[in-house]
């Protein structure tokens, strides 16, 4: 399906609209060519020796007096205003209508899109940078709604007006224009060419431009990195270097596009030159009324304004087909996790949470490994502690019991329900994470904290707050818990901004807990507030923690020790100690490493 065909699809619903925007323009065609009509009565009525057999359109030569040049100027100077201020009329509401629908139609593209990215997997966002999705939400939908309410319009405007002038010289003298066709098929030739050479460009350009905003929005972003080792100069040069490429494409577009309109002038003013010929010709034997020549030649100069206007279009029209062919790819890119027709409602956790022979492999990488035939329960109540070196399964498997993926092979039982059979809404409800980087919105930290639960009262906010140990540091701030956090919380400490991720879990009151390192980036005065806070949320709860710090999960019930997709060792954090291996290697080279901290000399 071409990107034209699948774009007229949005526009279809609004048929009724379109269709009043399309007779406005008719309007303006017809209004605009009785202007031109004009001419031949007005040469007539100054001419009559010349123009005694001249057909007139519309019959507009009855409505004007003879023999009274001042009667003919008020019937001619009416008509006139008459025709321009209807033009006029018509044009606004063609202008109009078709800008309601362009705003319509990218709207409702632009919340499909956004819906669309939203209920993608997790897997989607792997493989898709944030600003390349951003883009195609702002850049591409604006380049559409574009073409919808200016281009199209300029298009179907400039068509009908290309009809109706080549329709009154037609009607002036159809011998003469039966000559003009003959030019049609050059010109036709000519505008395909420079409408694929535009295309192709087009689509280079805009493929420029997302590289451009995903360098511009990398360095941007990691801006104190660039300027802790002063590398501005090589991200400036890298932003020329594609700044650059897309200039070249533009300039090339542009000059292709420069050359369209004079080329099919020419071709045209050559065409206008041999009907001179043979006009003059005809006048001079008496085969024609010189008014008549002078209507044809007026719509035939006329019809090669909106021929040259359609030209110009083509460059833009092809800007908005690569935009469109963007966000169709991804609007036909589906990587959601499935949910059956008959999927059950999740109830809170019972008894335990199991997981039976599970492996995992990732879709881009089939043959690595994740997590190979993992078997473990999870208690109700328990607090479950996963441990291991970067690489070991420990995220894949959080991200397994949340269903952000499915196992390749195995189960995942809940109650002794599997996870595949459940519906995914009743499961988010049951589970709250707190991750190692908080994610926190550029609102307020009201919004923030009930960012889970949008109802939830001031006074169950405070509660929650208070339970996170992060009440105190609020009311300390000038807007209290209308504070803006800027973006990523940018404006508040590190241990501040975990404290409002744990307020929203206890808010949230999820009877399962996931907590991803939640204190590994943390100073230790952080930490101790962190670690309260993570008390006080872990009471009555089936914990699952991924721990950095071996120190924070002495208390655990059951620490599972990962190391390259398999389970290695479990138990207790004294039992692991007392039968020595991995776990007990780990703490102690932890622990000599934090000794060694200590003990080092600090320097001023």
Known sequence: MSELTRLLQYVRPHWLTFLLAVIAMVLVAVFETATGALLVPIFNQFSPETGQASKTLFSLQRFIPQNDWYQAWLAIAGMLLTFTLLKGVAEYFSSYLMAKIGQTVVLDLRKQLYDHILGQSTSFFEKHRTNFLVSRLVVSCSAIELAVSSNLRDVLRESLMLVAFLSAAFYFNWRLMLGAII?????????????????????????????????????????????AYTAEGREKSRFARVAGLIARANLRSGRIAATSPPTIEIIGMVSIL????????????????????????????????????????????????????????????????????????????????????????Y??????????????????????????????????LIKLVQRLYDPTSGYILWDGVDLRDTKLKSLKKQIALVTQETVLFNESIRYNISYGDPEATDEQ??????????????????????????????????????????????LVNAPVLILDEATSALDAESERLVQKALANLMQNKTSIVIAHRLSTIRKADNIVVMERGKIIQTGTHAELLERGGKYKRLYELQFAEEEELIDSPTTA
């Not at 805009?206 to 451009?212: A, Q, S």
């Not at 905003?213 to 990195?225: F, G, P, V």
């Open 183 to 227: 030019i049609a098929p050059i010109i036709g030739v000519l505008t395909t060419r420079f409408s694929k050479s535009l295309r192709r460009l087009a689509e280079e350009s805009f493929e420029g431009n997302k590289l451009l905003t995903d360098t511009a929005q990398e360095t941007l972003s990691n801006q104190t990195i660039v300027k």
């Open 363 to 396: 879709g881009n990488d089939p043959n690595k490994t994740i997590l190979d035939s993992v078997s473990l329960e999870i208690p109700k109540g328990a607090m479950v502690a996963l441990v291991g070196e970067s690489g070991g399964g420990k995220s894949s």
């Open 461 to 506: 906010i405070s509660e929650a707050a208070r339970i996170a140990f992060a009440d105190d540091f609020i009311n300390e701030l000038p807007q209290k818990y209308d504070t803006i956090v800027g973006e990523r919380g940018i404006l508040l400490s590190g241990g501040q901004r975990q404290r409002l991720a744990i307020a929203r879990a206890v």
């Open 274 to 361: 041999i009907l001179l010929f043979f006009g003059l010709r005809a006048i001079n034997n008496g085969e024609m009324a010189g008014a008549e020549f002078m209507g044809f030649l007026f719509f035939l100069f006329r019809s090669y304004d909106p021929l040259r206007r359609i030209s110009r279009q083509h460059n833009e029209i092809s800007k908005a087909f690569a935009a469109a062919k963007d966000v169709w790819n991804i609007l036909d890119e589906n990587e959601t996790v499935p949910e059956k027709e008959n999927a059950v409602e999740l109830k809170p956790l019972a008894d335990k949470i199991e997981l039976d022979r599970v492996s995992f492999k």
